[in-house]
């Protein structure tokens, strides 16, 4: 947030545990990340939480389905990976941050 506020960004956070994200949501940051070249798998974080699930990372890899990704993420919000950046129909994962930028460039 700090990056994007020292560039002066206008951008929006979504308490997405507060008020979870619908399948319908979810469907459109996947179609976002893929036009960005990213996989329906890497919106998954494999830490400690989905460990404790015994969640098969296989399953969850980069070659995981969409709907079995939604269906996770309706069910575990937290195994979402975040901050994710959208814009004009193109989105990233911000892990590093320094990864926002890119959406913003384009």
Known sequence: MDLLRERDVEFDIIE????PLSGDVLG??????GASGATAGELVRKDKNFKELGL?????????DREDVIALLLENP???QRPI???????IIGRPSSLVLQVLED
Do not use: T
């Open 28 to 33: 459109n940051i996947l179609d976002a990340l």
């Open 85 to 91: 950046a959208l814009r004009d129909g193109h989105a």
């Open 16 to 19: 997405y545990l507060e008020s």
């Open 56 to 64: 098969d990372e296989a399953k969850y890899s980069d070659a995981a």
């Open 78 to 80: 937290n195994l979402m």
